[in-house]
């Protein structure tokens, strides 16, 4: 039976969140229309200012919350009564600051990966009603942060995502030796978060299962293994509604399975792209070195020492639509990308038919 997906106070429709893609892949636009059409919208964080009409090329930091609280309003214009959220990753520099511009702008939903938001529940304080969410993979980060939001601010979190590393991505936060051994079970991972929730605070939280979700097969797998929904990002990108540019999209329908593969992040993190281009991105960067302009992350080892690559200008560049020396991170099943499509035409593949049986 196919349920809606209630996080805190939120109820969307169907059970599905769109994934957080960063530098503005998935901003005010698709997360309008996937809340319009009943899922949850999320408008990322990461590198919101550039390509924005706050930037002026120094003032990167200034423009990040206005940039993303513009997104939001955005996003809310297509979807006046959606459930709109955001991707605020714990490694940006100004994590506090895009958390305090979520909840001005509007956001009903904060997820956030790539480091553990054990201080999410303070930042919050004053937005009770805002759902919290971290991103997981492991049964062991899930407990720390629970353990810390119960203790310290008496709050649990509204859902928790757990992100498959072998088939999610973007960044992902396992180390790159431990990727695609086989050795990681998601849907175990995600009963047993339950049952821990369960014996230990006598609750039910939605578990979210994120990575490699492409079509009805997966998400009703997802929902029988005991997910409550499904995070879907890779899927979306090749619609008419995804902000970014037409040559970023159609690097998606061009790939092929063995284009997709593991880069390491000047973030310390393991990303999945579209690799083959990795020495014109490192090119780019140190011909044209200006060391780090942005600031962008607590930790990264262009900022620190000039290695490798600006992460957030790479991926800017793609977004933009320069695909040769840009970056295109994606998951592993975006090579079964086969045409241009619409927010609308996904959710009605995704839950056409399930909506007609309960309608039946």
Not at 332 to 337: P, Q
Request: charged letters at 20%.
């Amino acid at each position: 039976m196919l349920k809606p997906l209630r996080i805190g106070k939120h109820i969307a429709k169907y059970p599905l969140i769109q994934g957080g893609m960063g530098v503005r892949i998935s901003g005010g636009s698709l997360a309008g229309h996937v809340a319009r059409c009943g899922g949850v919208g999320l408008v990322a964080a990461a590198g919101i200012a550039l390509n924005s009409s706050y930037f002026r090329g120094s003032n990167y930091l200034q423009a990040e919350p206005e940039a993303f609280k513009a997104e939001l309003r955005k996003a809310y214009e297509i979807a006046p009564d959606g459930v709109i959220g955001v991707n605020v990753m714990v490694a940006l520099a100004d994590f506090e600051t895009l958390v305090k511009a979520a909840i001005d702008g509007g956001a009903k939903v904060i997820v956030c990966g790539a480091g553990l938001p054990l201080t999410l529940p303070g930042l919050t304080s004053h937005a009770p009603d805002v759902a919290l969410v971290p991103i997981v993979s492991s049964l062991r980060a899930a407990q720390l942060i629970i353990k810390k939001w119960e203790k310290g601010y008496n709050r649990l979190p509204d859902a928790i995502v757990v992100e498959d590393p072998d088939t999610a991505g973007g960044h992902l936060g396992e180390k790159i030796e431990q990727i695609g051994t086989g050795d990681y079970d998601q849907y175990g991972t995600i009963r047993a978060i339950k049952a821990f929730i369960a014996a230990e605070f006598g609750r039910e939280i939605p578990v979210i299962a994120a990575g490699g979700i492409w079509d009805r097969a997966d998400v009703m797998h997802a929902l029988a293994e005991g997910a409550d929904g499904v995070q879907m990002a890779s899927r979306f990108v090749p619609t008419v509604e995804c902000d970014a540019d037409d040559a970023f999209k159609q690097a998606y329908l061009e790939c092929r399975k063995e284009d997709i593969g593991l880069i390491m992040s000047p973030a310390g993190l393991p990303g999945r792209a579209i690799i083959g281009n990795q020495e014109a991105i490192v090119g780019y960067d140190q011909d044209n070195a200006t060391l780090c302009a942005n600031a962008c992350l607590k930790k990264c080892s262009y900022k620190e020492s000039g290695e490798r690559f600006c992460i957030v200008s790479a991926l800017d560049r793609a977004q933009r639509g320069d695909v040769e020396t840009g970056l295109v991170f994606c998951g592993t099943n975006a090579w079964k990308a086969e045409r241009i499509t619409t927010v609308q035409h996904v959710f009605d593949e995704l839950f056409g038919e399930m909506a007609a049986e309960e309608a039946a």
